[in-house]
């Protein structure tokens, strides 16, 4: 089993590593539905293997065949019929933090004594349309569940989120209420209360977007553990 330790991702992984980055999932101008690796007008490619598993549900919260469309640096999510909610599973591969404060991404081992370390997961999800069971978890590993219908909000509205990790609500999470603003700007940064719940401004933005990031460290250890990463985006009512 594993003991959680409730803070922020984003914090552990500033000086510009690429595991601080966000993953979302969000339509280009042809409609394709992009898995987003990078800051917003920033993005980086990436090996679509990382991208392993993607599922879409339609306005009534049904499953609907979906698949990873592997393109040559990226992916996306194709869903074989009409999706109202699509997700995605990012393994970021493993990273350590050196003696010196620099992190690699290689395999375990690459690091001499690590400061932190352990495979990073990454898990999107985007609501495109209504959907009946808005406030249904998926069961990602770490997952933020809206409280209210994402397609009744407009900016400005204020909507509270519970975040899940393995299905229980997780305390003292570290949120960024709009990724959109990228990392390098003071976006609004919140902590889940006792009962795993926050509340966050809607931004005035065709998509929204929030994230939370968290380390479960491995029960005796002081050194390794996950990293796992969710992203809830949603398209703002005009």
Avoid: C
Avoid at 30 to 58: C, F, H, Q
Avoid at 180 to 202: C, I, N, P, Q
Avoid at 207 to 221: L, N, Q, R
Wanted: overall charge positive; glycine content about 10%; proline content about 6%.
């Amino acid at each position: 089993m594993k003991r959680t330790l409730a803070y922020a991702l984003g914090l552990l992984l500033l000086a510009g590593s690429a595991a601080a980055h966000s993953v979302w999932i969000e339509p280009d101008k042809s409609g394709r539905l992009m898995i987003n690796n990078g800051d917003p007008g920033e993005l980086d490619s990436y090996d679509p293997a990382r991208v392993t598993k993607a599922w879409a549900y339609d306005k009534d919260g049904k499953a609907v065949a979906a698949e990873v469309d592997r393109m040559d640096k990226s992916a996306a999510v194709k869903p074989a019929g009409n999706a109202a909610l699509v997700a995605a599973y990012f393994d970021n591969k493993y990273w350590a933090k050196g003696q010196d404060g620099k992190w690699s991404n290689g395999p375990k081992g690459t690091v001499n004594n690590p400061t932190v370390a352990g495979p990073s997961i990454k898990m999107p999800k985007t609501y495109l349309a209504p959907v009946a069971s808005f406030a249904r978890p998926l069961g990602l590993d770490l997952e933020i569940v809206p409280q209210a219908d994402p397609a009744t909000l407009k900016a400005g509205d204020k909507l509270t989120v519970l975040v899940l990790l393995k299905g229980q609500p997780l305390a003292d999470a570290g949120l960024v209420g709009d990724i959109f603003l990228g990392h390098d700007v003071k976006a609004e940064k919140l902590k889940t209360d006792k009962d795993g719940k926050a509340t966050v401004t809607v931004p005035k933005r065709v998509f929204a977007g929030i994230e939370v990031s968290h380390f479960a460290k491995d029960a005796g250890s002081t050194v390794e553990g996950s990293f796992y990463n969710a992203s809830l985006v949603f398209k703002v009512k005009p």
